[in-house]
């Protein structure tokens, strides 16, 4: 039973560029959440998504960012007009069902770098 | 807004020494707290989570202990190896999962 499948390990963008990163969730998990990891810093909760729903985003910034999850293939976060400061490790997580009362699944994450 | 905080920030120790790494947050209102183990350039690995109706959790070398009512947890690595050299991360749920910045842990041989 593979596990939660993130791709690309590494991506590097130059600034104004568009991040586009995936996240397959484990086998029979519809709930995905994305978390980022800055230097030295603890996770930040990002987003949260069911097949086809945005469930909570209060994590997300206002602009550039956007997140879908659709009915067929991976969760997507995407970044338009990537600025230095997005440069971090960006997390997907996937549980089987949404009240937190099971452990979250991690991916290895995607460590974007925007030169 | 729940905070998060863990104490230390890095820990040294000899190869075998019994350690605890402690968690703290503001919001006692919380679904479960869940200790997690972070390698190098690696993702999260769950370690133990405590639901919020139990007071510890035990898995093989680990003891995780939760006191809602004063906002504490505590991982407790007993005979401390060097493979257990690692960030430990404590987050807690309840509408969302918040995380501590982690513990950097060493273990020397």
């Known amino acids: 039973n593979a596990g939660v499948m993130q791709n690309p390990r590494h991506l590097v963008r130059r600034r104004g560029q568009e991040a586009r990163l995936r996240c397959s969730p484990m086998?029979?998990?519809?709930?995905v959440y994305w978390y980022r990891q800055l230097p030295e810093e603890g996770l930040k909760f990002m987003v949260y998504?069911?097949?086809?729903?945005?469930?909570?985003e209060s994590g997300m910034p206002k602009e550039r960012f956007s997140a879908e999850f659709p009915k067929e293939g991976p969760s997507i976060l995407r970044i338009q007009q990537v600025v230095r400061g997005d440069s971090a490790a960006y997390f997907c997580?996937?549980?089987?069902?949404?009240?937190?009362?099971?452990?979250?699944?991690f991916g290895n994450g995607t460590r974007l770098t925007v030169t | 807004k729940q905070e998060v905080t863990q104490i230390p920030a890095a820990l040294s120790v000899p190869e075998g020494e019994n350690l605890v790494l402690n968690c703290s947050f503001t919001?006692?209102?919380?679904?479960?707290l869940q200790w997690f183990r972070q390698d190098p350039g690696k993702g999260l690995t769950s370690l133990l989570l405590?639901?919020?109706?139990?007071r510890e959790q035990t898995s093989g070398r680990l003891n995780a202990s939760l006191d809602k009512s004063s906002g504490r947890s505590t991982l407790y690595i007993a005979a401390s190896q060097p493979g257990d050299s690692a960030t430990y991360l404590c987050?807690?749920?309840?509408?969302?999962?918040?995380f501590g910045a982690g513990t950097r842990l060493t273990v020397k041989p």
């Open positions: 919001d006692s209102a919380i679904y479960n």
């Open positions: 997580a996937s549980s089987p069902r949404d009240n937190y009362n099971s452990p979250l699944h």
């Open positions: 987050a807690v749920s309840n509408n969302d999962m918040r």
């Open positions: 998504l069911q097949k086809e729903n945005i469930i909570d």
């Open positions: 405590i639901q919020s109706s139990q």
């Open positions: 086998k029979g998990h519809s709930h």
